[in-house]
């Protein structure tokens, strides 16, 4: 729906042709887009029709890091973002719309609880984004950009896979760029069309030196994205942005992190291994129970989590691999 | 479309009622828009009484005839210049008063760069390194506006910058490990010549994609803005590469984000073979600035005071109000673009000569320090002789190193080794084991 309402803010002046013209303008004032999403009453039925399904399943709750709060994964992400500026005064957020808490409000608060020198707006340039964030990161610091949609990431392609990706390497490691990581809301909601739906980590997969990890859920993110931050290394960090409110977990309020490259096994099995990430693991969550039951056959479920680079030893772990070939 | 408009008249009714007389019912969250939205400032007051565009983007007048901007409202930029082509001070007043010692020191400095570029021309041109850029006609501009910078000023380059690193004190041992990517080499043989970088003398690695480093010095003199230690940031690039849309995001990146750097841009006439003509149509490089809303200047190239004290004023205004300050420098190339290239084919030698035997910069500073008898034929000699010596001794020890060890291959990619790349390495060590008699192993570190 926040895809919509950006949709929106950009038709409404030229074309008009809009369904939910007070959505674009509330957003364009600066007024939280909560009463906009899905979950709410505002959705009608032709709209939900042409939502993708699928069943959020929350991870079960854990205390192992101190207390939790109910939170929905945009909410898990700003809080990440929040531990990060309270911790390391260095860290600055950064792209178009993020001062006012974002258009999918993954950054609201964070300007008046810490500055304006640090949660800040920049020219609509993508390609800017990355090249600041990574020069940022070269002078020491910690570089959060935001690019608004993963589909307007390709302008910064070059930065991203040239320069991100080979800074270490080819300087013979005097220069890096670890501390940048990108932030994109990602994947598809089921009314943002060819260009508020893409998701192009496929693109980025084959790129070594940049690291990419994409969550499932409210905890994984919070959990990935605290360790794409911390991680010496570039990292794009993929939010699936139907999950932004749909998803709700208990997410651990203190900072914790998830390691990068390390798969989970969801669920055992031993017929099959489905491997899936983001959004889509709740999809195969169903195809494994519905795989069971109409054709008795037992999937073993991965969820890969960091796309690059991967975690081949629980994937082509020698039973899974057995169970793939079967 | 009818709603939108609503809204919109709404609004205008809000900001209005907001100014005129704030009980009015107005909906609280338009009344706030004025001042505040999360804490960050909103555009100046409309005001409908006044004769004047209300306009977000733009504050001016209104006119009533239609009137396109010419692109050249002055007859061009002006080029600010401290000395004349015979080296002799315009305006006392402009003159930087530098001391003898510097003085010389730049000279020798230019004469060092010049030299060591005709060592390793040559040596490519033997087949000894794969490639070289020389910086003929460019050592104004490197020696100038090094000079002018603190030590602790990171330095974004373009790649024909070698003074600027030579003029910090980079050895030329280690110039030379680096054109031969031999095992000294900081950057571990990873690049082609001319990528030079240094940790220690603040100077980022050259990368080969033009105008990259661009949005990167925005975003590295942002960090340092916030460390407050004084320290700005310098980023060179050539008039080809201005064109890239790199480039457009750093101006208006710094601009915006009020950060101090400094653009240099060395305008030399071509990027490889295509002249300025067709590399852009407004007044240069420096005809940009006003465009971002950053102060500009044009300076020329081949007067290493006037390239100082532009630099100079530029970085101490740069830190002082944290703005980024736009520095074009007019020069001309003198070399072929690279040793991939023979400039013959597209300019004439009649032009290249002007500037080599007319306008050069290391000409100009001679006569300069000939008129103080600071240095006569004898003293050059004497310097030619030694810096020549100085150039070969490098260039001899860095081609009897040894190759970096191949492991490095791998290393660096990440900050950690991932099991992936350790099984690539393990895969090479084995084949260059199976297949010894092609790998010549002993001509590379252990
Ligand atoms: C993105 C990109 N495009 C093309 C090239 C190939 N290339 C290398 S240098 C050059 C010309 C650059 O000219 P200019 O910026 O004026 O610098 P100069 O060589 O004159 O110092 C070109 C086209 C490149 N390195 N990167
Ligand atoms: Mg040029």
Redesign the pocket.
């Known amino acids: 729906m926040a895809a919509a309402a950006r949709f929106l803010l950009r038709s409404a002046s030229s074309k008009g042709a809009v369904s939910n013209v007070s959505g674009g303008v509330h957003s364009c004032l600066g007024v939280s887009l909560v009463k906009l999403y899905p979950s709410g009453s505002s959705t009608s039925k032709s709209q939900r029709r042409n939502v993708s399904h699928f069943t959020f399943q929350p991870d079960p709750e854990t205390t192992k890091y101190g207390p939790t709060q109910k939170m929905n994964l945009f909410q898990s992400v700003t809080s990440a973002l929040d531990n990060t500026l309270a911790t390391d005064p260095t860290a600055v957020i950064f792209g178009e719309d993020v001062a006012f808490g974002g258009v999918f409000r993954c950054t609201v608060g964070l300007r008046d609880k810490y500055g304006k020198d640090r949660v800040f707006n920049t020219p609509l340039c993508e390609q800017g984004i990355v090249g600041f964030g990574i020069g940022v990161a070269v002078a020491g610091a910690t570089a959060i950009a935001e690019i608004q949609f993963a589909d307007y990431i390709y302008p910064a392609f070059?930065q991203i896979v040239?320069e991100a990706a080979k800074y270490r390497y080819r300087s013979g490691n005097l220069f890096n760029c670890g501390n940048l990581t990108i932030r994109a809301p990602w994947g598809c909601v089921g009314h943002g069309s060819l260009y508020h739906s893409q998701s192009p980590e496929a693109f980025f997969a084959h790129c070594p030196g940049i690291k990419i990890a994409i969550p499932r859920g409210p905890v994984q993110a919070k959990g990935l994205l605290l360790s794409c931050i911390a991680d010496q290394n570039p990292c794009i960090f993929f939010e699936p942005k139907i999950l932004y409110r749909a998803a709700v977990d208990q997410v651990p309020t203190e900072p914790y992190t998830i390691p990068l490259s390390q798969a989970e096994i969801l669920q055992e099995g031993s017929d099959v291994t489905l491997v899936a990430w983001g959004t889509q693991v709740h999809v195969m969550r169903e195809v494994a129970t519905m795989a069971q039951e109409k054709l008795g056959v037992s999937c073993e479920l991965i969820d890969l989590q960091t796309i690059l680079p991967w975690d081949t030893d629980t994937v082509c772990k020698f039973d899974s691999a057995q169970k793939a070939v079967k | 479309m009818a709603a939108v408009r609503g809204v919109g008249r709404l609004l205008r009714i809000g900001c209005y009622a907001t100014r005129q007389t704030p009980v009015l019912t107005t909906p609280r969250f338009l009344q706030q828009r004025r001042f505040r939205v999360n804490g960050v400032q909103c555009q100046q007051p409309f005001d409908s009484t006044a004769e004047k565009p209300q306009f977000p983007g733009a504050s001016a007048e209104f006119i009533d005839h239609l009137e396109f901007i010419k692109p050249n409202v002055i007859s061009g930029i002006p080029v600010y210049r401290v000395m004349d082509r015979q080296g002799q001070i315009i305006n006392p007043s402009e003159d930087p008063q530098l001391s003898k010692e510097t003085v010389l020191n730049f000279y020798q400095k230019m004469t060092l760069l010049n030299t060591m570029d005709r060592i390793l021309y040559e040596s490519q041109r033997q087949g000894r390194i794969s490639f070289y850029?020389t910086n003929y006609g460019?050592e104004g501009t490197h020696i100038g506006s090094a000079a002018a910078l603190d030590p602790g000023d990171l330095v974004f380059g373009?790649?024909?910058e070698a003074g600027v690193l030579m003029y910090r004190g980079f050895p030329l041992d280690l110039f030379m490990a680096q054109c031969y990517a031999n095992a000294d080499d900081l950057g571990k043989g990873r690049q082609m010549p001319v990528h030079y970088g240094s940790k220690d003398l603040n100077f980022v690695t050259i990368s080969?994609?033009?105008?990259?480093q661009i949005p990167q010095a925005a975003g590295a003199a942002y960090a340092l803005k916030r460390e407050n230690e004084n320290r700005a940031v310098i980023c060179y690039?050539?008039?080809?590469?201005?064109?890239?849309g790199d480039a457009h995001a750093g101006f208006n990146f710094s601009a915006t984000l009020e950060c101090p750097l400094i653009f240099f841009c060395?305008?030399?006439?071509?990027?490889?073979s295509?002249p300025t003509n067709e590399?852009y149509r407004g007044d240069g490089i420096a005809a940009r600035g006003p465009g971002y809303g950053m102060m500009s200047i044009r300076v020329d190239g081949n007067d290493v005071f006037a390239v100082y004290n532009a630099t100079k004023e530029a970085r101490r205004r740069a830190v002082a109000e944290n703005q980024p300050f736009l520095i074009e420098a007019m020069t001309y190339?003198i070399g072929h673009?690279?040793t991939s290239d023979d400039s013959s084919a597209y300019r004439s030698v009649d032009e290249v000569n002007y500037w080599d035997k007319q306008d050069h910069p290391i000409s100009r500073l001679r006569h300069y320090m000939s008129a103080r008898s600071w240095w006569g034929e004898e003293e050059e000699r004497a310097w030619r002789k030694q810096s020549r010596k100085l150039v070969m001794e490098a260039f001899e020890k860095a081609e009897k190193r040894l190759k970096p060890k191949p492991d490095l291959l791998f290393s660096d990619v990440y900050q950690e080794m991932t099991p992936n790349l350790e099984k690539q390495k393990e895969a090479m060590w084995r084949h260059v084991h199976q297949y010894k008699e092609h790998y010549p192993v002993d001509l590379y570190d252990k």
């Open positions: 070059d040239n | 850029m460019e373009q790649y024909r080969s994609p033009l105008a990259t690039f050539g008039e080809g590469a201005a064109s890239e060395r305008n030399n006439g071509y990027a490889i295509t590399q190339r673009h690279s």
